[in-house]
């Protein structure tokens, strides 16, 4: 069955500085892979997503996010934080046949930016 | 275009109720999914409506059912209440389905005591 695990429940880091958000999958067949955030008492918001196209996936807000088969990662980066990229960050993978799992959500990081 | 609306944002029910949630997708948007997120089980695929058939079911009791209707609008209905139903509910619509870009509206959250 496909799997998400994202390495890091909270992250932590201070306004200007990398963000680094880790995902990895298990999947037996090529997957799409996504990032989503989603701020206090919303719903969640597309970043970007992967879909066998470039490796290297440019979202919105600065966000990009790299696809290494041989590592099976998905890996969320920004150059420099800004206070409002706090929030939960969701990767999330999707392209399994079977209807039970055809979109999988791993547990989310926590983002704090400190000033 | 309008975002995806989700009715009522807030609701709280006593167990053994039933409780039917509403959710209107993006204009042209055929696929309508559902998802359970609480803090210990995270975010859960409930079921997924193209066309107004079910195309996708995740791993949840029959309880939990949906429809969806020829205007793309889709509601979620779930039977019988526990405790631990409680949760947000989110509703995703998306042009292809579940396999790609979703966008989400802002939930309702479900209090069952």
């Known amino acids: 069955a496909q799997s998400v695990t994202q390495l890091g429940s909270h992250v932590s880091v201070s306004e200007g500085a990398l963000v680094l958000l880790r995902c990895n999958y298990s999947s037996s067949v090529p997957p799409y892979l996504f990032w989503y955030v989603q701020y206090p008492n919303q719903g969640l918001q597309l970043l970007l997503k992967y879909t066998s196209a470039a490796t290297l996936v440019k979202g919105i807000n600065g966000f990009e996010a790299e696809f290494k088969k041989s590592e099976t990662s998905f890996h969320l980066t920004k150059p420099s934080a800004h206070m409002s990229d706090a929030a939960e960050y969701f990767c999330a993978v999707s392209g399994r046949k079977t209807s039970y799992d055809k979109v999988i959500f791993g547990p989310g990081t926590s983002l704090s930016v400190i000033p | ?113």
């Open chain 2, 1 to 113: 275009k309008a975002g995806v609306t989700q009715t009522p944002r807030y609701l709280i029910k006593t167990r053994g109720q039933q409780v039917t949630l509403s959710c209107s997708p993006i204009s042209g948007h055929r696929s309508v999914s559902w998802y359970q997120q609480t803090p210990g089980q995270g975010l859960q695929f409930l079921f997924e409506y193209f066309s107004e058939t079910q195309r996708n079911k995740g791993n949840f009791p029959g309880r939990f059912s949906g429809r969806q209707f020829s205007n793309s609008r889709s509601e979620m209905n779930v039977s019988t209440l526990e405790l631990g139903d409680s949760a947000l509910y989110l509703c995703a619509s998306s042009l292809f389905g579940v396999e790609g870009a979703q966008y989400f509206g802002p939930g309702t959250r479900l209090l069952v005591l």
